[in-house]
């Protein structure tokens, strides 16, 4: 089942924020993925669950969620802050106001409606067995504030609102982005119901700054660090991870994988730069995790994360152009 609507694309250039991710990147997927499923369409947007203060305060602390929802003033600083746009002197760093068409009110709107679809499409794949929103993954928002471009931790809320509504227990958070989720790991470090994997670079940001007791140093269940070169052990390092996962851990009702592409040899983000994967080491990365959980009949929810550039895109299309033709007698893909 894949998940998405144009209005849940949070269009960095239309609030003149420059960071390298396209606007047009979830779009791009879905376009792709419609050429070869004629009949999959945009999903309705008044069907996207509304995310009320109580699901926020799920994941953050009222402090930052009075922030967000108060004055512009306080929301502004906020949205400078986790999308870092501000640099150390105080000028602005990869923003122009000047070109902005929207503001960030309306940006907290899209962000919200994400959240909303993460949800949803976890939801809906404790039924289906597998979902992917083309969108959310902001795993570095922690409980206290957001960073790294995340505002607002959708992957954790979404599992405790599916465990508030009693669908689910146990849940496990795989996280393949090139950056720690510490985010996630920080939010859930004392839950034991949520159970958190992150295979990322061994340095850089968020691990380059601060000193130990930082909350972005907070382990995660099990962290997997991949070094300067040491591409070719990624995969091998992946299911070492997935096995011990199984082996001391509650089997889950749901696993959320953060798909991030920003691995990719080709992402734009100077901050990813410490790994290098081939477009075939990540199709091969994906394939992994959606037959591990496939196989083992564990409902598997895919949200896009980082992925940078021109090429991104790329690497989500061709993995879900891969489970179309798997699932092709199932229907796991449909016109949701």
Not at 72 to 88: A, G, P, Q, R, T
Not at 197 to 211: E, F, N
Not at 291 to 308: D, E, L, N, T, W
Request: hydrophobic fraction near 40%; proline fraction near 4%; include cysteine.
């Amino acid at each position: 089942m894949i998940f998405y609507h144009p209005d849940c694309d949070l269009k960095f250039s239309e609030y003149g924020i420059e960071i390298p991710i396209k606007d047009d990147r979830a779009l791009k997927v879905f376009q792709h993925l419609q050429s070869h499923h004629p009949k999959l369409t945009f999903i309705e947007i008044k069907e996207i669950p509304e995310i009320t203060f109580s699901d926020l305060l799920l994941a953050h602390n009222s402090n930052y969620i009075n922030k967000l929802l108060g004055s512009y003033k306080e929301l502004e600083v906020e949205m400078l802050s986790c999308f870092e746009l501000i640099d150390s002197q105080g000028h602005f760093n990869r923003y122009n106001p000047h070109t902005a068409a929207l503001d960030f009110r309306h940006a907290l709107g899209v962000i919200l409606k994400q959240v909303g679809m993460t949800y949803w499409a976890a939801k809906l794949s404790l039924s289906s067995g597998f979902s992917y929103f083309l969108g959310g993954g902001m795993h570095h928002a922690m409980s206290f504030g957001g960073r790294g471009f995340c505002l607002l931790n959708d992957i954790v809320i979404a599992i405790r609102k599916l465990q508030n509504d009693k669908l689910i227990q146990t849940a496990w958070i795989i996280d393949v982005d090139a950056h720690k989720g510490d985010g996630s790991a920080e939010i859930t470090k004392d839950d034991q119901s949520i159970i958190t994997l992150s295979l990322h670079m061994k340095s850089g940001w968020p691990l380059d700054s601060g000193v130990s007791s930082d909350p972005w140093f907070i382990p995660s269940d099990i962290d997997i660090e991949i070094d300067s070169l040491e591409e070719d052990f990624y995969l091998e390092k992946l299911m070492i991870g997935l096995n011990e996962l199984e082996k001391n851990y509650q089997r889950p009702d749901i696993v959320i994988i953060v798909n991030g592409a920003d691995p990719y040899e080709l992402d734009e983000l100077p901050s990813t730069a410490k790994i290098k994967l081939s477009k075939e080491q990540l199709f091969l990365r994906d394939k992994i995790l959606y037959h591990f959980f496939k196989y083992r009949h564990i409902p598997q929810s895919y949200v896009m994360a980082g992925g940078y550039g021109e090429k991104s895109w790329e690497i989500y299309s061709q993995f879900l152009e891969f489970v179309g033709q798997d699932s092709s007698k199932r229907s796991e893909i449909s016109s949701r």
